[in-house]
């Protein structure tokens, strides 16, 4: 569970899918065992999306997760900054609805003190409620942020693989809906042929309307 001597348990939080030009933006949660294979982890961007996909079958056998969607309907009117923190702090607060549960059956003492820190990747702190009163005995929860922590806490990264992981899977289910954008190839991201795509036929009905498409 990846407790030390400090009685501390790492959340990592991660998003995917702040620069494309369609579908949502998509975050995760997750707090490891600590037998898990951390070997198996790295950056998303870093892994195949064969070795992302094992990952995450992994991740979600062993870990406490959650993952939390917010589309482009509302991107459009939070803009994608504050969109990305709202998915990471649903995301966060999902797992620590199911914390007392995964903690009991992982044998952890909660009858003394210990912290849970959500750490997120990137320059901004998500909007993480430490002070709501929750169903976690003796438990504080903090929130910080770190840059490039998706290289450097395993929790962080397993968060990146499942955010990942997510999205590409939903961006797959709207190229089945819409063939004629080619989400399947590019999954929203601004690529030439993406611009180009939409410049011709419109916007599909998941476009980011207030991105830039010129």
Request: a neutral charge; charged letters at 30%; glycine letters at 4%.
């Amino acid at each position: 569970m990846q407790a030390s001597n400090d009685r501390s348990i790492i959340c990592g939080l991660d998003e995917a899918g702040r620069g494309p030009l369609a579908g949502p933006v998509t975050a995760a949660a997750v707090i490891l065992p600590e037998d898990f294979p951390f070997e198996i982890l790295n950056d998303s961007k870093k892994l195949t999306e064969k070795k992302r996909e094992a990952a995450e079958k992994i991740i979600k056998e062993k870990s406490l997760w959650a993952v939390s969607f917010i589309d482009e309907k509302e991107i459009d009117k939070i803009n994608i900054l504050n969109a990305s923190l709202k998915a990471m702090t649903q995301a966060f607060d999902e797992v620590a609805e199911k914390l007392p549960l995964w903690l009991s059956v992982n044998s952890f003492d909660s009858g003394l003190p210990f912290t849970v820190r959500a750490i997120a990747d990137g320059n901004k702190i998500p909007p993480i409620d430490t002070e709501k009163e929750r169903k976690i005995e003796n438990c504080k929860i903090t929130a910080e942020c770190m840059v490039k922590a998706d290289a450097k806490v395993y929790q962080v990264m397993a968060a990146s693989i499942l955010a990942k992981t997510a999205r590409d899977r939903f961006m797959l289910e709207m190229d089945r809906l819409y063939p004629e954008y080619g989400y399947a190839k590019h999954k929203g991201y601004p690529t030439p042929e993406h611009k180009k795509i939409c410049q011709t036929l419109g916007p599909s009905p998941i476009q980011r309307l207030t991105f830039s498409y010129s």
